[in-house]
């Protein structure tokens, strides 16, 4: 069997990612896993400069996309205005200038949002309540006991992080039955355990999965996975994704416990 994800690590306060690929093999009548670890931390902070250039570009585009027709529609109802001629397409003008700057202004709430990520505000908080309120939010599967312990985690922030990986789990076309959540206690861990049943990634999205503005939808913004990752390093924890077996996408959340 072979399995393979992206592993990021946390080490005196800077993060180092790996790309981990296990194969497993006979030899002598005896099985062998053989792990290898691809050191990916230089490449990820050339990438991520581009993609902050590339970010940039995006956002500048997409004002230069509103605020060009807003400007014309703008200059249209002054005249209109001046010539007190054609009053009744005022409405009309004032109406779809509100909804470009709302599109507008949504869109770049959703990006000021990662770019201000604010430090968590961690309480002590059992992890069952948590997971219950989780539940109301998303519908998650879940298998097995919910370990009867304590997180110090900041509730907000690690709520949008399981909303998001439902999310994305939903929009990879699973099942939402197959949208499971599980737990491994360790001893000074606890490990929240998503899966899906969706198509998984190729080798190549998981290596830049958790990259800022790195989509593998159309019409992403590229944050969700890269936010999720970003909460869960100020947590002190680690967040890995792997392919499964049969299909589908599994993301091991590691807590400090």
Same mark, same amino acid.
């Given at each position: 069997?072979?399995?393979?994800?992206?592993?990021?690590?946390?080490?005196?306060?800077?993060?180092?990612?790996?790309?981990?690929?296990?194969?497993?093999?006979?030899?002598?009548?005896?099985? !062998?896993?053989?792990?290898?670890?691809?050191?990916?931390?230089?490449?990820?902070?050339?990438?991520?400069?581009?993609?902050?250039?590339?970010?940039?570009?995006?956002?500048?585009?997409?004002?230069?996309?509103?605020?060009?027709?807003?400007?014309?529609?703008?200059?249209?109802?002054?005249?209109?205005? !001046?010539?007190?001629?054609?009053?009744?397409?005022?409405?009309?003008?004032?109406?779809?200038?509100?909804?470009?700057?709302?599109?507008?202004?949504?869109?770049?709430?959703?990006?000021?949002?990662?770019?201000?990520?604010?430090?968590?505000?961690?309480?002590?908080?059992?992890?069952?309540?948590?997971?219950?309120?989780?539940?109301?939010?998303?519908?998650?599967?879940?298998?097995?006991?919910?370990?009867?312990?304590?997180?110090?985690?900041?509730?907000?922030?690690?709520?949008?992080?399981?909303?998001?990986?439902?999310?994305?789990?939903?929009?990879?076309?699973?099942?939402?039955?197959?949208?499971?959540?599980?737990?491994?206690?360790?001893?000074?861990?606890?490990?929240?355990?998503?899966?899906?049943?969706?198509?998984?990634?190729?080798? !190549?999205?998981?290596?830049?999965?958790?990259?800022?503005?790195?989509?593998?939808?159309?019409?992403?913004?590229?944050?969700?996975?890269?936010?999720?990752?970003?909460?869960?390093?100020?947590?002190?924890?680690?967040?890995?994704?792997?392919?499964?077996?049969?299909?589908?996408?599994?993301?091991?959340?590691?807590?400090?416990?």
């Amino acid at each position: 069997s072979m399995q393979n994800g992206l592993v990021n690590l946390s080490l005196d306060n800077e993060r180092i990612s790996y790309y981990v690929h296990c194969q497993s093999f006979d030899l002598n009548s005896r099985e !062998h896993n053989l792990y290898l670890f691809k050191n990916l931390t230089t490449e990820i902070s050339r990438q991520e400069i581009d993609l902050w250039k590339n970010a940039i570009r995006l956002i500048s585009h997409e004002l230069n996309n509103s605020l060009a027709p807003i400007t014309s529609m703008a200059n249209s109802a002054q005249k209109i205005l !001046h010539s007190n001629k054609n009053l009744n397409m005022l409405p009309d003008l004032i109406e779809t200038i509100q909804v470009r700057t709302d599109r507008l202004k949504s869109f770049l709430v959703e990006y000021a949002d990662f770019a201000r990520l604010p430090a968590p505000k961690k309480e002590a908080i059992s992890l069952s309540k948590f997971i219950k309120n989780v539940i109301h939010l998303c519908p998650f599967q879940v298998k097995g006991e919910v370990p009867q312990m304590d997180l110090d985690i900041d509730p907000a922030q690690m709520e949008q992080v399981l909303i998001n990986l439902y999310k994305n789990a939903l929009e990879s076309g699973s099942d939402e039955a197959q949208i499971t959540m599980s737990f491994e206690s360790r001893t000074h861990s606890m490990i929240i355990i998503v899966m899906d049943r969706g198509p998984g990634m190729t080798e !190549h999205q998981l290596q830049k999965a958790l990259l800022p503005f790195f989509s593998t939808k159309q019409t992403g913004s590229g944050l969700g996975l890269s936010l999720c990752n970003e909460i869960v390093t100020a947590h002190n924890g680690t967040l890995r994704l792997q392919n499964r077996t049969d299909s589908g996408l599994e993301i091991r959340l590691t807590l400090p416990a």
